[in-house]
């Protein structure tokens, strides 16, 4: 059912919202859907198996891996990391503006070091085939000028990189934390609209405040794609085919339990994976009981609870 129109919306990397778990959930409301995985720093890719959990999908062709460092050799050897995992899709983090993140001198910090970018791109070239795209805002604190993304653009379109994804506002640096930076400064499209404008052969997407997947005609002609945040985790339906039916919204969240069920045969259950349903029938009857029921689940790490509680509260009735 991916038409042009969803094909030109993707899910933007969430720490805490976009892992493993959320990634396969996407796969069974719409396995086409572009999704990027939260925040990876590049040491943890090599030091921990935090790949590993992405075992779960059968599919990752959908599945960008956003990593994050400013070391060239370690971005390089993670990146091949990622690489041998069977992704084919990385994303460069150079927009998060978390206190931590810029004491390591990555994220956010790199829209103004893009020469420190393009060296980690090109020795990520050198180990792998994997597609580079690169995520950042239109500027940093108050600052207006455009030079500084257009110089970011120019400096990491010599590595060869042709796709850009722009949260159109400025990361505020030290005197906002990680959430006020991402609804205190104001959207401005008209920056991000302007730089696909400057660099016409680039695929340039925009990120920011969008809330539904219905827009294409409006911004088809302006702009490469849309990339859609926190109404994504919010309402994850806005992903799925236009005419999708409650019973089979019930159905997929079964297909998804089921398939828990299997990975966490022989390995600890993470709770994680059942917190992304919370909110999943939203609108439907009983949502509030569901809610209830999913919290009873992640406080007794309870899989099978929630699969019987649909076979009795949903499966056969009018819902
Ligand atoms: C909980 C949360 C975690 C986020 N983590 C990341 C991240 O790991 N990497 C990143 O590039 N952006 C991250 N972001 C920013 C989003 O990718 C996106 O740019 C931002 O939410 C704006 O889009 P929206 O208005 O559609 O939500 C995060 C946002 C939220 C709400």
Known sequence: MLNNSKRYYSIAPMMGKTDSFFCFLMNNINS????????MHSESILRTKILDNYNLLNDL?????????NNPTSMAKAAKKISTHG?????????????????GEFGLSLLTKPIIVRKCIEAIKCETNLDIS????????NNEDDSILDDFVNEI???????????????????????KNLSIPPLKYERVFKLKKN??????????????????????????????????????????????TNKEKINIVIKYLNGLKVFFKNKPFNKKSI????????NINGAKSWRKAVNYAVHNNDLHFLLNYINYNYLGKNV
């Open 61 to 69: 062709s959908n599945i960008t891996v956003q990593i994050a460092g």
């Open 32 to 39: 086409k859907t572009s999704i990027y995985t939260e925040m």
């Open 157 to 179: 379109s010599l590595a060869d990189v042709n796709k850009y994804i722009i949260h159109a506002r400025n990361g505020i640096i030290g005197k906002l934390n990680t959430k």
């Open 134 to 141: 690169v995520k950042t805002r239109i500027g940093i604190d």
């Open 275 to 282: 917190s992304h349903i919370h909110n999943i029938y939203n």
């Open 199 to 244: 660099f016409l052969n680039k695929e340039i997407i925009i990120n920011g405040g969008f809330l539904n997947t219905l827009e294409f005609t409006k911004y088809k002609n302006i702009i490469d794609g849309i990339m859609i945040g926190r109404e994504a985790y919010r309402n994850p339906w806005i992903f799925a085919k236009k005419s999708i």
């Open 87 to 103: 992704f084919s899709k990385i994303n460069i983090n150079c927009g998060c503006p978390s206190k931590n993140v810029l004491a």
